[in-house]
DNA sequence: ACTGGCACTCGACTTACGGGAGTGCCAAAG
DNA sequence: CTTTGGCACTCCCGTAAGTCGAGTGCCAGT
């Protein structure tokens, strides 16, 4: 039976009590809280619909009705009307993100603001360094063997890690091989880099080939490897507002998932351009997150896409809201970063 | 009334079934677990002194015993028999550790295995920059009124921060300041770095002093102010064990604290050396942990200490094995440290 | 000083019982 | 065919009452 308007509005009634009362909501109260013309009756014909359809169901006979992960679903493809944020949001986005001095200091900032402003939980990933150009590579002497390699991406990120050499280098070989490095990579797209480093070891003179050879294979783990694994996490004490209802009785398993960087990497990790992604219940591939909903969107300068962010919280969640804040804070931080 | 020895082991009695069974431990139930060689009647008269005395408590009348903070204070203090690692764990530490790559890799690592051996909230401390010293500092032209200050400390922390230049500087100006700047501070202690950063800028030449000042101002904010505000966390899902008993029925307040950098730095990170700090729920001065116990102590290389590190966890928790732990695991770091 | 005995307390668990919100169904009206 | 009022039914929830048992405090006796 296909749902007449009527029936898509009693939904929408349905999951906005819902989500504002955190209780089952039945026929009278319906009436009640929203203009829809009919009678309790008429409304229990079309609940007793939905439910057949999926959208809705009873948590017990002769209880109100509660939003299934479909009717959530069915709600915010077609009957969220998208909210605008108010000025003070606005304001207070601003305001929030202006004073940040460093990348780090961003990221810090964007994860807090997106906590506080959704109450839930925040998730931002670092400027992924696959989407990004190097900006500049340093090799500083630590000891005779020892170097430490600091990649600077265009990102405003910096990774740093420990290279082991072979045998002692000298103060010039270092400089030459920091020379050589940069006229390679600087500039290149991360992803292009592997190809090129491997050229820097072949074009390597023989007696040094040994060093590079070590060099660049820290350069292609830093590059490669490691590449898109940080992220910044805030507001996990947002799981206890609401009791201990939502997440059906145990956080255990959601702070379980929240300290696995590879599972928030998957969850916000893969945006497609301009997209806000909405992950609802049981829609989430993670089992421990099947109770919770996520939504995540990409951001970066102008339209390029260099990372992911997003939030995550109960299926009861205030959908509209969360994806104005979360696009908005998306765009403020892309603004940011264009600014670098 | 002074206690004798055996009120003293009744004590421990309680304390270690307590926390064992997570269950008042009546009078009964102690003379059959524990060869006390004493009846329940006698326990019981015992068990009214230290009640008397503050250092248990009835839930309930008619219920058993638990013990209070001072309870478990007196139990750290004077009954509590260190335990030894097992070689199972010993080995699980060296294994876990050993394969960290850069200081990033050595926190992270550090801990997870924390979080994973006590089955708590871990916490650890970046290497404190203010007990660091400045191995090298490195610019890196952004663009010509922008540089990318990139400090390398001793304990192989890397931080970087963003200059922005009153004026052009070209590549000759750039390579001038880092000869300056390393001459003046590489090899010294950041708590000593504020007057040489001050000198820098009083050497240099009046033409170049708008330049350098901006410099020594970024300097001083990164090596001073943001010093000590590093640190990783892990284990929050532990938090859910031993259900909703602990922490008197609500995670909100010890995940609040959790997420206050600037709280777990004051809990972690007041080190003296070589001293296991206990603070047992009410020694807390943060009112969101007064249900709460915490374990931290000092790692560095050598005898020196450079940071801080220790568990979170509820008041009723295993006291011994936890310091042993935790001892154990600071230790394997700084040896970690020391080799680098 | 320790022990056995005993009355007492009080929380935890069961059972019983209305009250009430909400439903499903049906027959009548539009 | 849709909507509506009526009505019986279901089942959650809060309260009250009753039982059970672990644990205690106290006391008299060794």
Chains 1, 2 share one sequence.
Do not use: W
Not at 113 to 138: D, G, I, N
């Amino acid at each position: 039976m296909p749902l007449d308007d009527r029936k898509l509005e009693v939904l929408r009634a349905i999951v906005e009590d819902y989500v504002a009362t955190q209780e089952p909501v039945g026929s009278k109260a319906l009436v009640e809280r929203h203009q829809l013309g009919v009678s309790p009756a008429t409304v229990r014909n079309d609940m007793a619909v939905l439910e057949e359809e999926g959208y809705i169901r009873q948590p017990h006979t002769s209880a109100g009705r509660v939003p299934t992960d479909a009717g959530y679903r069915l709600f915010v493809d077609r009957l969220s009307r998208i909210k605008a944020l108010s000025p003070a949001e606005r304001r207070a986005i601003e305001r929030f993100l202006a004073g940040a001095v460093d990348l780090d200091d961003v990221v810090h900032r964007t994860v807090r603001l997106l906590a506080q402003l959704t109450r839930q939980v925040a998730v931002v990933q670092y400027p992924s360094l696959s989407r990004s150009s190097v900006r500049h590579l340093e090799l500083v002497p630590i000891s005779t063997t020892r170097l430490m390699l600091v990649m600077i991406a265009d990102t405003g990120r910096v990774e740093q890690r420990l290279v082991e050499l072979p045998g002692p280098a000298d103060t010039d070989d270092v400089l030459d091989m920091r020379r050589q490095v940069n006229a390679k990579l600087a500039g290149e797209r991360l992803a292009d880099a592997p190809p090129l480093v491997q050229a820097l070891v072949d074009e390597c003179s023989p007696e040094k080939r040994n060093t590079m050879a070590c060099l660049a294979s820290v350069l292609l783990e830093t590059l490669v490897e490691r590449s898109d694994e940080r992220l910044a996490l805030a507001g996990t004490a947002n799981l206890t507002r609401g009791g201990v209802l939502d997440f059906q009785g145990s956080l255990r398993p959601v702070l379980e998932a929240l300290e696995e960087e590879v599972i928030l990497l998957k969850l916000i990790g893969e945006v497609e351009p301009s997209t806000t992604r909405v992950r609802i219940g049981d829609e989430n591939e993670i089992d421990n997150l099947r109770a919770a909903s996520v939504v995540s969107t990409g951001y970066g300068p102008g339209t390029t896409i260099v990372g992911g962010l997003g939030v995550l919280g109960p299926t009861r969640m205030d959908y509209p809201g969360t994806i104005a804040t979360v696009r908005a804070v998306a765009r403020y931080v892309g603004d940011l970063l264009a600014q670098n």
